[in-house]
């Protein structure tokens, strides 16, 4: 009887949650399994930030951090238990495997200047202790941002880190633990940090 009412209570809550951020999302005949999350950052568009073809799998967290942010998946890809974090565009094709564990981020997060740094600090603060988002008033015109691009067949192992700007090319592979800092060219293996081309694949 307990496990019935406990299922029940994370089925409402689930419905619940979907339901909130339904109107920004596009998805095809795709699935958002367990652990799947979708942070929205303050302050937000009434717009579609995620669009998934058909026949995709999530199992990550997708986080945008301002409002111009825009995720796009194509059509049967699998994304398991990792976190995509997007400021500006994160698009990954048709049947591109991203294994748990992985990064996405298409920014660095903070300003090199320490000075810069150190007013997000005081931001942050000023934005949590007034019950706000603690990055509602980051100044983003500092922080260097750029696309990620990852082409359809490429295979991403897990514990990998994606940095912004990067494109990784059609069919390409990046081996478990990479960090991947520049283009990956397609039909390709890159492994390492940062990730090194260590052969190439016949297409």
């Given at each position: 009887?307990?496990?019935?009412?406990?299922?029940?209570?994370?089925?409402?809550?689930?419905?619940?949650?979907?339901?909130?951020?339904a109107p920004f999302i596009s998805m095809g005949n795709s699935h958002l399994l367990n652990d799947f999350k979708l942070n929205l950052n303050a302050p937000l568009n009434e717009k579609i930030y995620l669009t998934?073809?058909?026949?995709?799998?999530?199992?990550?967290?997708?986080?945008?951090?301002?409002?111009?942010?825009?995720?796009?998946?194509?059509?049967?890809?699998?994304?398991?238990?990792?976190?995509?974090?997007?400021?500006?565009?994160?698009?990954?094709?048709?049947?591109?495997?991203?294994?748990?564990?992985?990064?996405?981020?298409?920014?660095?997060?903070?300003?090199?200047?320490?000075?810069?740094?150190?007013?997000?600090?005081?931001?942050?603060?000023?934005?949590?202790?007034?019950?706000?988002?603690?990055?509602?008033?980051?100044?983003?015109?500092?922080?260097?941002?750029?696309?990620?691009?990852?082409?359809?067949?490429?295979?991403?192992?897990?514990?990998?880190?994606?940095?912004?700007?990067?494109?990784?090319?059609?069919?390409?592979?990046?081996?478990?633990?990479?960090?991947?800092?520049?283009?990956?060219?397609?039909?390709?293996?890159?492994?390492?940090?940062?990730?090194?081309?260590?052969?190439?694949?016949?297409?």
């Open positions: 009887m307990i496990g019935k009412l406990v299922n029940f209570i994370k089925r409402s809550k689930l419905k619940k949650y979907f339901n909130s951020i998934v073809g058909d026949d995709t799998m999530l199992n990550c967290k997708i986080t945008f951090e301002t409002s111009a942010g825009e995720v796009v998946i194509g059509n049967k890809t699998f994304i398991g238990a990792g976190s995509i974090i997007c400021r500006s565009k994160i698009e990954i094709g048709d049947n591109v495997f991203i294994a748990w564990g992985g990064y996405l981020y298409d920014h660095d997060s903070h300003s090199l200047s320490y000075t810069e740094r150190e007013l997000d600090i005081i931001r942050q603060l000023d934005d949590y202790r007034n019950g706000k988002n603690f990055i509602a008033s980051k100044n983003w015109d500092v922080v260097n941002s750029k696309p990620i691009k990852i082409c359809a067949n490429a295979w991403i192992g897990m514990q990998c880190i994606i940095l912004k700007g990067v494109t990784i090319g059609e069919g390409a592979i990046v081996a478990a633990g990479s960090v991947v800092t520049k283009d990956v060219p397609a039909w390709s293996v890159v492994a390492g940090n940062p990730a090194r081309v260590v052969k190439m694949l016949e297409k």
